[in-house]
T-cell receptor, first 114, second 113 residues
């Protein structure tokens, strides 16, 4: 099946620093990648949709200058949390799609900002 | 914007009992998908429903899509401990939002042996 990886799986950073999370589709080319945020025992909240070579589309309420998304190739998208604060601590999950509907999720990245 | 409500939030069952989770959208959907997330894991795609009134089965799992394409359900017959996890429905509005999913809150299923 289609495999999506995320790196790092866990990261702890100090308040004010930036953190980059990578999302890779390992065995397929993803036309679209999605970035979600999930709080403990809660649902997935879509942050942004990214297509290779174009600017990401952010959901309402998501600060594009804070959550920078780059989709440089059909197999790689990155999310950079800039000037992270404790309230940015969360589980960030990416997904990739290459067929019409099915999304393949990465294992997620747990970010803790101290 | 589009909202997807899912109930119940929690369900505790004895092994062998049946389980059902329900999903309702505030708007008509193009399709609805179901995902399962094991504790500590990531969501895994289970199925997609597209047609009005569609019913699909996967072994002990039965998925239904309502006639109005605004609601859906997942029913598990004779639960097993391996069914433990959070079940999410996710709706797609289609059109310019094609591919974009709005997730329900999820139902956390616990199965007691």
């Amino acid at each position: 099946g289609a495999v999506v990886s995320q790196h790092p799986s866990r990261v702890i950073c100090k308040s004010g620093t930036s953190v980059k999370i990578e999302c890779r589709s390992l065995d397929f080319q993803a036309t679209t990648m999605f970035w979600y945020r999930q709080f403990p025992k809660q649902s997935l909240m879509l942050m942004a949709t990214s297509n290779e070579g174009s600017k990401a589309t952010y959901e309402q309420g998501v600060e594009k200058d804070k959550f920078l998304i780059n989709h440089a190739s059909l197999t790689l998208s990155t999310l950079t949390v800039t000037s992270a604060h404790p309230e940015d601590s969360s589980f960030y999950i990416c997904s990739a799609s290459f067929v019409a509907y099915e999304q393949y999720f990465g294992p997620g990245t747990r970010l803790t900002v101290t | 914007g589009q909202q997807v409500m899912q109930i119940p939030q929690y369900q505790h069952v004895q092994e062998g009992e049946d389980f059902t989770t329900y999903c309702n959208s505030s708007t008509t959907l193009s399709n609805i998908q179901w995902y399962k997330q094991r504790p500590g894991g990531h969501p895994v795609f289970l199925i997609q429903l597209v047609k009005s009134g569609e019913v699909k089965k996967q072994k002990r799992l039965t998925f239904q899509f309502g006639e109005a394409k605004k609601n859906s359900s997942l029913h598990i017959t004779a639960t097993q401990t391996t069914d433990v996890g959070t079940y999410f429905c996710a709706g797609s509005a289609g059109g310019t939002s094609y591919g974009k999913l709005t997730f329900g809150q999820g139902t956390i299923l616990t199965v007691h042996p």
